[in-house]
């Protein structure tokens, strides 16, 4: 069987590496170099790396030089969002030399513009399923965007090669994911899942690992990490089967 990835997260605001609650402006915890974070995370054994431009994602600016630069400097797969919306920024993104992107807002506002990049750009692209209940959210999390089943259906019809659903309830506060979402969307679709949200100890990502059968792929981890909950190594060693 599969074992479950783990995607540590940098999150940039404003050049720093942060952390927030619930994904609310303000709440940012900062962690300094997103460079630095970014390395930590590949040299304690990462293969893959979670990079979100919140400023991107708010609307507040952007971070594209420095997300450029942490993407170059990375030999590990990197997963890239925060305001990919249309043509300009996806290009922009892909050129970055990441693996794949996470299309959020754009997928609730612009659904015929996302129907087309699936199509030509395939499993480079994910959708990132932001939810309050089985509500998404778009715009930096401030939007409601439509229900979560239904838009999955559209997006399952157009090809989507992959979600990540995020639990905007647990995001940022180590409560442990919402496994009862996870397992719902899994019977939603046949497309892989990124669990994200509420990681705050390694029984919680055994928890996770346990539904790898049901098409829960991986998982990011931000908090814990930071908080020292639990070292990337531990985490690796946890889920490796
Ligand atoms: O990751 C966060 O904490 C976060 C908080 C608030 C908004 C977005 C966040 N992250 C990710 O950004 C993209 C959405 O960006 P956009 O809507 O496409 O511009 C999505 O992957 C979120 O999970």
């Not at 992959?162 to 019977?187: F, S, W």
Request: net charge negative; aromatic share 4%; proline share 2%.
């Amino acid at each position: 069987m599969a074992k479950l990835e783990l995607l540590p997260a940098v999150d940039v605001r404003d050049g720093q590496a942060v952390r927030l609650v619930h994904g609310e402006s303000g709440t940012e915890t900062s962690y300094g170099s997103p460079l630095e974070a970014a390395l930590a995370w590949q040299r304690s054994g990462a293969e893959w790396l979670h990079l979100v431009d919140l400023d991107a994602a708010f609307g507040t600016g952007d971070n594209r030089d420095l997300i450029s630069e942490v993407t170059g400097a990375m030999d590990i797969k990197v997963e890239l969002s925060g305001g990919i919306r249309d043509d300009d920024t996806l290009a922009a993104a892909l050129a970055t030399g990441c693996t794949r992107v996470n299309l959020g807002t754009a997928a609730l506002e612009t659904p015929e513009w996302v129907a087309k990049v699936i199509a030509e750009h395939g499993d480079r692209i994910a959708v990132g399923l932001d939810v309050r209940g089985t509500t998404l959210r778009g715009r930096g999390w401030t939007r409601d965007g439509g229900d979560l089943y239904e838009t999955l259906e559209r997006l399952n019809q157009e090809g989507c090669a992959r979600y990540v659903v995020t639990d905007i309830a647990k995001d940022g506060t180590l409560q442990g994911p919402n496994l009862e979402l996870l397992r719902t969307v899994c019977a939603a679709t046949d497309r892989p899942v990124v669990a994200s949200g509420g990681v705050s100890s390694l029984a919680d990502l055994r928890a996770l690992a346990d539904l790898v059968p049901l098409g829960v792929e991986g998982s990011i981890v931000g908090k814990a990490l930071y908080a020292k909950a639990f070292t990337l190594e531990e985490a690796l060693e946890a889920v490796a089967k």
